[in-house]
């Protein structure tokens, strides 16, 4: 399911390495045809050592991991 709950077509899945900013995941994601490049979920959103994410939408990034990712 998308983040708003409405159902979407899963393509497949697929083990892929994501660059998100200057942090590196290597991650099972699922592929499906959606209008966004990418949706990040919890699983990803959660972080590597269970420290989750802070999005801060006014400063246009988030913080991974330690690491800022820009938000376009």
Known sequence: MMAGG?????????????????????QDVIVADIEDEALLGYDILSGKQGR??????????IVLDGQEIPVF
Not at 12 to 25: D, F, R, Y
Not at 52 to 61: G, R, T, V, Y
């Open 6 to 26: 409405a159902p979407i077509k899963e393509e497949g899945q697929a083990k892929l390495e994501l660059h998100l900013g200057s942090v590196n995941l290597i």
């Open 52 to 61: 989750p994410a802070d999005i801060l939408l006014s400063e246009n990034k």
